[in-house]
Protein backbone atom coordinates (compact mmCIF):
# COMPACT_ATOMS: atom_id res chain seq x y z
CA UNK A 1 0.00 0.00 0.00
CA UNK A 2 1.22 3.66 -1.22
CA UNK A 3 1.70 5.80 1.93
CA UNK A 4 1.47 9.50 1.73
CA UNK A 5 1.92 12.64 3.95
CA UNK A 6 -0.90 14.36 5.19
CA UNK A 7 -1.70 17.21 7.84
CA UNK A 8 -4.73 17.72 9.70
CA UNK A 9 -6.02 19.30 12.55
CA UNK A 10 -7.24 17.44 15.57
CA UNK A 11 -8.55 18.09 19.15
CA UNK A 12 -5.99 18.25 21.47
CA UNK A 13 -7.54 15.61 23.93
CA UNK A 14 -7.70 13.15 21.15
CA UNK A 15 -4.41 13.91 19.99
CA UNK A 16 -3.01 13.13 23.38
CA UNK A 17 -5.36 10.05 23.65
CA UNK A 18 -3.26 8.92 20.37
CA UNK A 19 0.02 9.64 21.49
CA UNK A 20 -0.30 7.76 24.41
CA UNK A 21 -1.97 4.73 23.15
CA UNK A 22 0.44 4.72 20.77
CA UNK A 23 3.27 4.64 23.55
CA UNK A 24 1.71 1.90 25.50
CA UNK A 25 1.15 -0.19 22.16
CA UNK A 26 4.92 0.55 21.21
CA UNK A 27 3.87 2.05 18.00
CA UNK A 28 3.95 5.30 16.35
CA UNK A 29 1.43 7.88 16.34
CA UNK A 30 0.57 7.34 12.48
CA UNK A 31 -0.07 4.12 12.84
CA UNK A 32 -2.75 4.50 15.75
CA UNK A 33 -4.65 7.01 13.78
CA UNK A 34 -4.29 5.06 10.61
CA UNK A 35 -6.19 1.76 12.42
CA UNK A 36 -8.42 3.95 14.28
CA UNK A 37 -9.52 5.53 10.64
CA UNK A 38 -9.50 1.55 9.36
CA UNK A 39 -12.01 0.73 12.59
CA UNK A 40 -14.27 3.52 11.49
CA UNK A 41 -14.11 3.53 7.80
CA UNK A 42 -14.57 -0.31 6.94
CA UNK A 43 -18.02 -1.37 8.50
CA UNK A 44 -18.85 1.87 6.26
CA UNK A 45 -17.48 -0.06 3.21
CA UNK A 46 -18.99 -2.82 4.40
CA UNK A 47 -22.42 -1.16 4.48
CA UNK A 48 -22.39 0.06 0.69
CA UNK A 49 -21.06 -3.00 -0.40
CA UNK A 50 -24.82 -4.51 1.27
CA UNK A 51 -27.21 -1.70 0.37
CA UNK A 52 -25.63 -1.75 -3.51
CA UNK A 53 -26.17 -5.79 -3.44
CA UNK A 54 -29.58 -5.25 -1.90
CA UNK A 55 -30.86 -2.81 -4.26
CA UNK A 56 -29.34 -4.77 -7.51
CA UNK A 57 -30.72 -8.19 -6.36
CA UNK A 58 -33.94 -7.06 -4.03
CA UNK A 59 -33.27 -8.74 -0.93
CA UNK A 60 -35.40 -8.07 1.89
CA UNK A 61 -34.28 -5.90 4.74
CA UNK A 62 -33.67 -9.65 6.93
CA UNK A 63 -31.84 -10.87 4.48
CA UNK A 64 -29.80 -7.51 4.32
CA UNK A 65 -29.33 -7.68 7.75
CA UNK A 66 -27.66 -11.24 7.82
CA UNK A 67 -25.69 -10.18 4.73
CA UNK A 68 -24.34 -6.87 7.00
CA UNK A 69 -23.35 -9.29 9.83
CA UNK A 70 -21.90 -11.94 7.41
CA UNK A 71 -19.81 -8.88 5.14
CA UNK A 72 -18.28 -7.31 8.63
CA UNK A 73 -17.26 -10.52 9.97
CA UNK A 74 -15.64 -11.39 7.19
CA UNK A 75 -14.06 -7.67 6.92
CA UNK A 76 -12.87 -8.07 10.65
CA UNK A 77 -11.37 -11.57 9.62
CA UNK A 78 -9.59 -10.42 7.09
CA UNK A 79 -8.28 -7.40 8.83
CA UNK A 80 -7.01 -9.63 12.01
CA UNK A 81 -4.81 -11.54 9.41
CA UNK A 82 -3.35 -8.40 7.78
CA UNK A 83 -2.50 -6.79 10.75
CA UNK A 84 -1.38 -10.38 11.96
CA UNK A 85 1.49 -10.44 9.42
Known amino acids: MQR ?3 SVELDEELLA ?4 EAERQGRSEAEVIE ?3 RK ?6 VLDRV ?7 NIDPDEA ?5 EELKAARAERRAKNAS
Open 40 to 45: YLVPLE
Open 4 to 6: REV
Open 17 to 20: AARA
Open 51 to 57: WARTARE
Open 35 to 37: LAL
Open 65 to 69: MALAY
